[in-house]
């Protein structure tokens, strides 16, 4: 059973730093693509960034910049390294990661206030 587990969220001040980390178990292939989404309460879940095998990326708009998006491809592991947060990134972030179908983590919370 494939399995995708978050962590590294948390609460930080507007400014801060977090790293969040995903770690794929339960299946042998490493993920075609892998990616972080986040959802805020009353609003549709949005992609925040994705990473391919072949380390191709694509970013959201409002994170460009200031998230980074990495993954470790043996370990099915990505990492979303968060700098100079806002208030506005405040939400519950998913892991997934995409082979034949998408895989989903149970999310972490990150709350971006002073």
């Known amino acids: 059973q494939v399995q995708l587990v978050e962590s590294g969220g948390g609460l930080v001040q507007p400014g801060g730093s977090l790293r969040l980390s995903c770690v794929g178990s339960?299946?042998?292939?490493?993920?075609?693509?892998m990616a972080w989404h986040r959802q805020s309460p009353g609003k549709q879940r949005e992609l925040v960034a994705s990473?391919?095998?072949?380390?191709?990326?694509n970013y959201a708009d409002s994170v460009k910049g200031r998230f980074t998006i990495s993954r470790d491809s043996p370990k099915n592991t990505v990492y979303l390294q968060m700098n100079s947060l806002k208030p506005e990134d405040t939400a519950v972030y998913y892991c997934?990661?995409?082979?034949?179908?998408?895989?989903w983590g149970q999310g972490t919370q990150v709350t971006v206030s002073s």
């Open positions: 990473i391919t095998g072949q380390r191709s990326t």
């Open positions: 997934r990661g995409t082979r034949l179908r998408d895989y």
């Open positions: 339960g299946t042998i292939f490493s993920f075609n693509e």
